[in-house]
């Protein structure tokens, strides 16, 4: 349960990237560095401790903020233009990685709480945050080809409204 709850940003992200269909090889990468940026914040949070998400998390989710802020409004902007090329370079999966992993930080904090052994519940974060945004890479894809700029702009809504959630 707390994978896919982690998992629904980077499943909407991908879903966005999707709609400016890039490549098939673009989509699985984007799904491996989001399962990984998940597990491997889950495991900094595990390991870490509370002291350590209240000490990076308030500015992180700022960074959070404005990359998916960022992404959003150029898909808002250039779909009225043309159809754009999904932002799938490692720069920016990384950056975006990292902006929609901010959570699992916080709730591998809680991981040592829970019942479950502590690295099987990493895994599960990694394998459901991968695997959930490739199912939702592939309907991305197949709604850009069928609607191309209406699936970038409602895109771009939804990557400028994960970003105000980092804040607020």
């Known amino acids: 349960m707390l994978s896919a709850a982690l998992a629904a940003d980077a499943l909407a992200v991908t879903a966005s990237i999707a709609a400016a269909r890039p490549g098939r090889t673009a989509l699985v990468r984007a799904s491996l560095v989001f399962g990984a940026f ?3 914040m889950a495991a900094i949070g ?4 509370m002291w350590m998400a209240t000490l990076i998390g ?5 960074l959070a903020c404005a990359v998916l802020v960022a992404l959003g409004l150029r898909m808002l902007v250039i779909a009225d233009d043309e159809v754009i090329t999904a932002p799938v370079g490692w720069a920016a999966l990384l950056a975006l990685g990292l902006a ?10 809680s991981l040592p709480t829970f019942a479950a052994p502590v690295w099987g519940s990493v895994l599960a974060i ?3 945050t991968s695997g959930l945004p490739a199912a939702a890479g592939l309907g991305g894809h197949m709604l850009g080809a069928q609607f191309g700029v ?3 702009r409602v895109g771009g809504v939804i990557l ?3 970003g ?4 607020w």
Not at 58 to 62: E, G, M, T
Not at 164 to 167: D, K, Q
């Open 38 to 40: 998940q597990a491997v």
């Open 46 to 49: 595990a390991v870490g401790g």
């Open 58 to 62: 308030a500015w992180l989710s700022w």
């Open 100 to 109: 929609t992993s901010v959570d699992a930080l916080a709730a591998g904090v």
């Open 126 to 128: 990694g394998v459901v």
């Open 150 to 152: 209406f699936t970038q």
């Open 160 to 162: 400028v409204g994960l």
């Open 164 to 167: 105000l959630a980092a804040v």
